[in-house]
């Protein structure tokens, strides 16, 4: 068949797939690209007690780098210390404390020696009270809040200079279940906001070389272990409701929510923790970092799906994932009126 015969549309398409094939094959190669001496950089990560931070620590560790590891205990600090090179140094690090997060950046900036910071990694993944929203008190949604938000834009904001200096990057670590709200609390909207801040801090650090990036991962098997304890962050909960909301739900909607959280978190786990390293990994020695990475089946599929559903589609999944208030007026319709 000759071009002659073919239609209009169908040499737009041709014209089209001839010009996108070109820009993959681009990103492709430009992807693979490594920025060069990268041994002996300063990296700072957060959260390093157990879970991601922890792991990356060490990984970065026997990469070369020269890892300054925030803690929130003195029992992290040692514990990573002993199976950690000498290079490694450690700090306690209370991000809901400004003066800790002061005394944290002077360390830092002695250790960087004048030759600025080439990484920070932003990581507050703790167990945050979850449950229905009036079963919260603002001194909840604060204990969130404070540390996963406004602790970690704090110490962002001291870091600047040093980053600036080194033209380095910024890589926020950020739960990708944030991007779906399906549980009352802080901890959606401090993803929420860790995402706002990051957009905005990587359009105005490009004019000065700093790169920034997100790297959203869904559950892995390091946070299943918090599901314990957040049960009984349900239950202390449930135990200071006054008699009558805690009516209003009955003893078995606590029964059937607690199972319902178990068994989503069991559902949606990933295994392989390897691939949030790696996507770390790559967002600190790639020569062009990406805007995004997801890392885990679920935050490839499951949340960002979910984010860009209509309401009423995941109105409804939530619906049939956990369970009705004893005292619920919802008609079974109700679910498909706010689209």
Known sequence: MSLQNLSLSDLLHIAILASILPLIIYWLIRDRYRARNLNGKHVFITGCDTGLGNSLAKWLDKKGF???????????????????????????????????????????????????LFGLVSNAEGTAPVGPTDWLRIEDFHSVLDVSLLGLIEITLKLLPLLKKAEGRVINLINAKGLMAFVGGGYSLSKWGMEAFSDTLRIEMQHFGVKVSTVEHGFFKAEVVNSDIIE????????????????????????????????????LCDYDISNVIKCMEHALIAKYPRTRYRAGWDAKFFWLFLSYAPSCLSDMLLHITFPVPADSRRSAHGVLINV
């Open 66 to 116: 020269c890892v300054i590891a925030a803690c929130t205990t003195e029992k992290g600090s040692q514990q990573l210390q002993s199976c950690s090179s000498l290079s490694l140094k450690t700090v306690n690090l209370n991000l809901a404390d400004s003066n800790s997060i002061v005394r944290a950046v002077e360390f830092v900036t002695e250790q960087t020696a004048g030759k600025g």
């Open 232 to 267: 009984k962050y349900v239950f202390k909960l449930w135990n200071r409701l006054t008699p009558e909301i805690r009516d209003s739900y009955g003893e078995k909607y606590l029964v059937e929510y607690i199972k319902a959280q178990r068994s989503s978190v069991e559902r």
